[in-house]
């Protein structure tokens, strides 16, 4: 005999508490320390992006915005339009990041080790979009929250010395 009744809906997957506190947690430390070499860059007068290509400034302005925006669509809720819209700048600016980086010259030469993760992203954003389109949310959500944090550490080591952002904020 079958029923009649509703079933409830099946809950989308969330980020564990803890990670969502570590996720917040570095989203601010990476932000403010953005936000710490821009002021600086702009205050002191440090070497503008002029006098580099213009793969540079491109890839700085679609890259500064990646920690806050990717943070925020990963601790809010999930699968409403909000989500499924601010997701969709933030893998569109991931893709615009990584498909720029193979245009600037690294500390080894025209590529580096770093552009194994561009490659990575340039695979992984359209893979985790379409697990998403197949629902597949788990799987679609354990490929962000990777991609988000490979992010973040790229991020900490653009502030290596040699590197435009350390050479903004150290001097």
């Known amino acids: 005999m079958t029923s009649l009744a509703a079933t409830a809906p099946i809950p989308l997957p969330a980020i564990p508490h803890p990670l969502r506190w570590l996720i917040a947690l ?7 320390l953005i936000l710490a070499a821009l002021v600086r860059h ?3 007068g440090s070497p503008t992006l002029s006098a580099r290509s213009i793969w540079l400034p491109i890839h700085l302005g679609a890259a500064i915005p990646i920690v806050p925006l990717g943070a925020w669509v990963l601790v809010r809720r999930k699968g409403d339009r909000l989500h499924r819209l601010l997701g969709r700048i933030w893998a569109a600016l991931m893709m615009v990041v990584a498909l720029s980086s ?3 010259v690294g500390m080894l030469g ?3 080790p770093i552009h ?15 697990l998403a389109r197949a629902g597949q949310i788990r799987a679609h959500l354990r490929g962000m929250v990777i991609i988000y944090g490979s992010a973040v550490a790229a991020a900490l080591f653009a502030f290596v010395p040699g590197r435009v952002l350390g050479a903004w904020l150290f001097g």
Not at 26 to 32: E, M
Not at 117 to 127: D, F, K
């Open 102 to 104: 193979f245009g600037l």
């Open 26 to 32: 570095t989203a601010g430390i990476v932000s403010a």
């Open 110 to 112: 025209h590529l580096g």
């Open 42 to 44: 702009v205050a002191t």
């Open 116 to 130: 194994i993760l561009s490659l990575a992203v340039t695979v992984g954003i359209p893979r985790a979009v379409w």
